[in-house]
């Protein structure tokens, strides 16, 4: 949520209730992260283990069938994801998130070659 409308909102709220712009912020954005949470709950490949919510004033956050079914070992979905990630950045996804994890928390994580 970092669009110029939704800063645009942001700040009238902050106006509107006096409060500053970051605490609007995280409260706006607390909902987006619940749902994230509630859904990294479910079992990949079993799609009755994913809930259904409803933000009011909002809509549903229903999971696709299809993509928690293709979750499942992940085998084709996964591979063409690689094959994808390979032709356009020219490296092995695997080796690129490997090398990311072992990075010290000190060193700044490089996202383009120099």
Do not use: C, H, W
């Not at 283990?49 to 979750?71: A, E, Q, V, Y």
């Not at 084709?76 to 390979?86: D, G, L, N, S, V």
């Amino acid at each position: 949520m970092n669009s110029q409308f939704s800063d645009k909102i942001i700040k009238s709220l902050a106006f509107k209730y006096g409060l500053p712009e970051l605490v609007i912020r995280k409260i706006v954005l607390y909902q987006f992260q619940f749902v994230k949470e509630k859904m990294a709950d479910g079992t990949k490949g079993d799609y009755e283990t994913f809930p259904t919510i409803k933000l009011p004033d909002f809509g549903t956050f229903t999971p696709m069938k299809g993509k928690i079914n293709r979750m499942g070992d992940g085998s084709e979905y996964e591979r063409k994801k690689r094959e994808i990630f390979k032709k356009k950045y020219g490296e092995d996804l695997d080796e690129v998130t490997r090398l990311r994890q072992n990075k010290d928390d000190d060193e700044p994580i490089r996202d383009e070659p120099q």
